[in-house]
T-cell receptor, first 114, second 113 residues
Framework: GAVVSQHPSWVICKSGTSVKIECRSL??????MFWYRQFPKQSLMLMAT?????????EQGVEKDKFLINHASLTLSTLTVTSAHPEDSSFYIC??????????FGPGTRLTVL | KQEVTQIPAALSVPEGENLVLNCSFT??????LQWFRQDPGKGLTSLLL?????REQTSGRLNASLDKSSGRSTLYIAASQPGDSATYLC????????????FGKGTKLTVNP
């Protein structure tokens, strides 16, 4: 149990386009999901907390208008990188919590912006 | 603000050796501490979760300990295998109910056949 999936697993796009990444909890409901970003040889940095049915909570320094988060159901959260630029190229990982305080992570999405 | 540090950044050992990975945290008021494994280009696999009231957890060849008073956790891997090669991350959740994980930068382990 406690499986989290992400789609797509990798995406290449042109600068200026928008990219949507999906995070799904497959066998449990998640009122809270988290979005992280990981640059090469760096640790995971929390971007935002996604709350079902309400606005996401963004960490300091993360532009909410650039990284749009929608948590429309108890099993799906989406992250849209708007007007992507090469500096947005990174590994994006989501996590969800099936039981208090134990997070399970998705396989990640590799975004490359040309 | 919670900060998590992992030492060493990289470790290379011969197959069969027992090893210890270290994790330290600055705020001892943690709710729990979690150890993860990350393979290159992949997501995170949860290995062990230690609640603040616990001192250790074991799963197979893995044993994780927690000493809140000293702000330290260790991950012990017995009889290491080449398949154990990966980056190991520790992360702490500070009390307060936010459920946010603060990660260390990880230890990249290479087990040589």
């Amino acid at each position: 149990g406690a499986v989290v999936s992400q789609h797509p697993s990798w995406v290449i796009c042109k600068s200026g386009t928008s990219v949507k990444i999906e995070c799904r909890s497959l066998d449990f409901q998640a009122t809270t999901m988290f979005w992280y970003r990981q640059f090469p040889k760096q640790s995971l940095m929390l971007m935002a907390t996604s709350n079902e049915g309400s606005k996401a909570t963004y960490e300091q320094g993360v532009e909410k208008d650039k990284f749009l988060i929608n948590h429309a159901s108890l099993t799906l959260s989406t992250l849209t990188v708007t007007s992507a630029h090469p500096e947005d190229s990174s590994f994006y990982i989501c996590s969800a919590i099936p039981r208090r305080n134990e997070q399970f992570f998705g396989p990640g999405t590799r975004l490359t912006v040309l | 603000k919670q900060e998590v540090t992992q030492i060493p950044a990289a470790l290379s050992v011969p197959e069969g050796e027992n090893l210890v990975l270290n994790c330290s945290f600055t705020d001892s008021a943690i709710y729990n501490l979690q150890w993860f494994r990350q393979d290159p280009g992949k997501g995170l696999t949860s290995l062990l979760l230690i609640q603040s009231s616990q001192r250790e957890q074991t799963s197979g060849r893995l044993n994780a300990s927690l000493d809140k008073s000293s702000g330290r956790s260790t991950l012990y891997i017995a009889a290491s295998q080449p398949g154990d090669s990966a980056t190991y991350l520790c992360a702490a959740i500070t009390q307060g109910g936010s459920e946010k994980l603060v990660f260390g930068k990880g230890t990249k382990l290479t087990v040589n056949p």
